[in-house]
């Protein structure tokens, strides 16, 4: 099988910190991923430092290449605190930004450029907004919007940081959805995600860090009591057994 | 009204008066465009500190005897460059190392500017500007870089766009967000020259903002806000040479009054964002 990502013993300092420690993995096409931990475990940097983001150290290969090789197959959708909702945009125009990768300098949006915005619209169930500005939806349309302008992209590779924080549950819904369609096409998808509950329900593979790797592998093996409490390091709660585990978080 | 035909007669009659007035549009246009970036990045600080950086450079160039426009490039170029250098390599945050930096520039151009004394740089001028010595390698200095800045705007639109509203993802697809940066600072410098005369060195911030801000409260669409922006700059630039010949004031002060008052206008009445219109339409909500 061949490896999308390829992670050798990634680390990233902070001042007096650091943020990510020696991590190493390899995923496989294909696969929808969660990247899970507590607040403070480094999921958000540590993909910053696969993209080559953030100053690290150790070795990354993306697509078997180098990272600034293959930028325009990567899609990133970032936190939505990252983003200013004030910004004179519409929903239109946010899932065009996903086709700049494709338009030269010289050529202007096309109505391929188009068709495939609308499409992409359509797919999160957010064409009749197009003509709104971002500030005006709920968290969970907004959520969509940048998922659509992920998927016009037509990128191989995706990175999600935090897609499901305060959004409503149709937005959810709609959104794993499409995720899991995404990886049948055989893309991978990362997720950065930091509530345990669906965790199950929603990946295939699971890395669980606390800035270093607790553990990488399928679901089923690695949702185990102990790995969690080993990941979240007493911030959590768990009952039941291997089979049934429940978890109760602060 | 008989003010407005003796304004037109003046500006019909001589050639000096026609020159400012084109001068001033031009820098109106420039400004509104540039200053929408500016403003949508939350670096008008920023603006102020290249805008005043400028001014050593104008001094050396003087001094060296080549063309003022390259020397303050290089010089707000260089502040630029010095301000992103401290910032990332020490504990001292952006919005102080581009007070340290600019503050420095600024002085450095005033110490150098008293020790020159009777030379013919007319520091007042530079400050404030003096739209009525517009001179015609001035205003092709202008529309030269009135046209430079505007193309690089419009070849460059999506990677300043995308940088500007979502700059990760920007990084993360290939953009050089970096290079972007400095670009627009590049630019902010050439406009900056450009305005000197106009509106001067100080005020200059005011064009850069005001119109772009004007803009943002009545669109929500960023094509529309830099033709807007564009346009606001325009209106301020006629009206303020129109209250500067018929008064006799200050030409960039009126300028700059102008375009805050059609701010002041925006703020309270722009039919999505103002004041008083929200007000108005809470309270035709709360009765129906």
Partial sequence: MKKVIEVESLSVFYENNQAVKDISFQAEKGRLIGIVGPNGAGKSTLIKAILGLEKAQGKVRVLGEKVNDVRKQISYVPQRNQIDWDFPVLVEDVVMMGRFTHIPWYKKAGKKDLEIVIESLEKVGMLEYRKRQIGELSGGQQQRVFIARALAQHADLFFLDEPFVGIDVTSEEIIINLLREIKNEGKTVFVVHHDLSKVEQYFDELLLINKELVEYGEVKNVYKPDILSKTYKGSITLFGNDENIMVVSE | ?288
Wanted: with cysteine; hydrophobic share 60%.
């Fill in chain 2, 1 to 288: 009204m008989s003010n407005i035909t003796m304004f037109i007669d003046q500006v019909m009659r001589y050639s000096y008066l026609q020159q400012a007035l084109i001068a001033a549009i031009l820098v109106g246009i420039i400004c509104g465009v540039i200053g929408c970036f500016i403003i949508l990045r939350g670096m008008a600080l920023m603006g102020d500190a290249i805008s005043h950086a400028v001014l050593p450079g104008v001094v050396i160039a003087y001094m060296i005897g080549v063309s003022f426009f390259i020397g303050a490039t290089i010089t707000g170029v260089l502040t630029a460059l010095a301000i992103g250098y401290v910032s990332q390599n020490s504990r001292i945050k952006d919005d102080s190392a581009i007070g340290i930096m600019f503050t420095a520039a600024f002085a450095l151009g005033i110490v150098l500017i008293t020790g020159l004394r009777g030379t013919g740089v007319d520091l007042w001028h530079i400050l404030f500007g003096n739209v009525l010595a517009v001179s015609r390698s001035d205003l092709m200095v202008t529309v030269g870089i009135g046209a430079f800045v505007l193309l690089m705007i419009i070849i460059f639109y999506r990677p300043l766009l995308l940088s500007t509203f979502d700059p990760v993802m920007a990084k993360a697809t290939g953009v050089p967000v970096q290079l972007v940066h400095y670009l627009l600072m590049l630019l902010l410098s050439l406009v900056t020259v450009a305005s000197l005369k106009t509106v001067g060195i100080v005020l200059v911030v005011a064009m850069l903002i005001t119109p772009g801000a004007t803009a943002y409260l009545l669109t929500d669409r960023l094509p529309v806000m830099l033709g807007l922006s564009a346009l606001f700059g325009v209106i301020a630039a006629i009206g303020g040479m129109y209250y500067s010949v018929i008064y006799d004031v200050a030409s960039g002060a009126s300028i700059v009054l102008v375009a805050s008052v059609l701010f002041g206008l925006a703020f309270f009445f722009s039919p999505k964002q103002g004041v008083i219109t929200r007000k108005w339409r809470a309270k035709k909500v709360q009765r129906a």
